[in-house]
């Protein structure tokens, strides 16, 4: 069973809204987790940390060039933590995984080695 489902990918026009859903599997809460974040990759490139969000006052994180278009979110009631791009720019269409650390050092990390627990991802794509 996979930990973490992503879902919500799809293609976007330039300019146009997306959001992406990140459920744990079973019986876990997203209140489990000291820190959630999505990831995203593209072909040809590394994977880097678009935004990441912690349950310690709800503190968020986005990457520069993401700032102003992209908001994370996490919804204790639906258990789902979110992803909204908006505004999408070309250097959006790509793999967008979510993942989530249990522990708690201070701050949630932006680097992939923190987090253990991951999802298979889902596909944002370029529509014409």
């Known amino acids: 069973q996979v930990p973490l489902m992503e879902s919500g990918g799809g293609s976007v026009q330039a300019g146009g809204s997306l959001r992406l859903s990140c459920v744990p599997s079973g019986y876990t809460r997203v209140s489990t987790f000291a820190c959630m974040v999505w990831f995203r990759q593209a072909p040809g490139k590394a994977g880097v940390a678009v935004s990441t969000i912690s349950t310690i006052g709800g503190t968020t994180y986005y990457a520069d060039s993401v700032k102003a278009r992209f908001t994370i979110s996490r919804d204790i009631t639906t258990n789902t933590m979110y992803l909204q791009i908006n505004s999408r720019k070309p250097e959006d269409p790509a793999m967008y995984y979510c993942?989530?650390?249990?522990?708690?050092?201070?701050?949630?990390?932006?680097?992939?080695?923190?987090?253990?627990?991951w999802g298979q991802g889902t596909q944002v794509t370029v529509s014409s």
């Open positions: 993942a989530a650390a249990i522990e708690y050092s201070g701050s949630c990390n932006s680097n992939s080695y923190a987090y253990g627990i």
